[in-house]
């Protein structure tokens, strides 16, 4: 047997080292991001549907639509910067 052959089938086998490729940390912030933006707008729900059926705090209704606003507008400007980078990238030369 050549040492080469025995070298080369070495080299080629698979190693038990090798280490399976992890998700990226960024995933786990993106799913708390989404998670609370569906959290925050089924609370400002929760409170519009007790405003109306029970005559709920005023205050309260005010404060829950104030933050479901501020989730919405957030989640389009994001939306816009990322349909604009895309854009940009879809832009430069190959």
């Given at each position: 047997?050549?040492?080469?052959?025995?070298?080369?089938?070495?080299?080629?086998?698979?190693?038990?080292?090798?280490?399976?490729?992890?998700?990226?940390?960024?995933?786990?912030?993106?799913?708390?991001?989404?998670?609370?933006?569906?959290?925050?707008?089924?609370?400002?729900?929760?409170?519009?549907?007790?405003?109306?059926?029970?005559?709920?705090?005023?205050?309260?209704?005010?404060?829950?639509?104030?933050?479901?606003?501020?989730?919405?507008?957030?989640?389009?400007?994001i939306r816009d910067r990322v349909v604009?980078?895309?854009?940009?990238?879809?832009?430069?030369?190959?």
């Open positions: 047997m050549d040492i080469r052959q025995t070298l080369a089938a070495h080299s080629y086998a698979p190693s038990p080292l090798t280490q399976q490729p992890q998700p990226a940390d960024g995933g786990d912030i993106f799913t708390q991001a989404v998670s609370g933006f569906a959290d925050t707008l089924a609370q400002g729900e929760a409170q519009a549907r007790a405003a109306m059926t029970t005559g709920a705090d005023p205050h309260s209704l005010v404060t829950a639509l104030a933050q479901t606003e501020l989730a919405v507008e957030t989640a389009v400007t604009e980078a895309y854009q940009e990238i879809l832009r430069m030369p190959v």
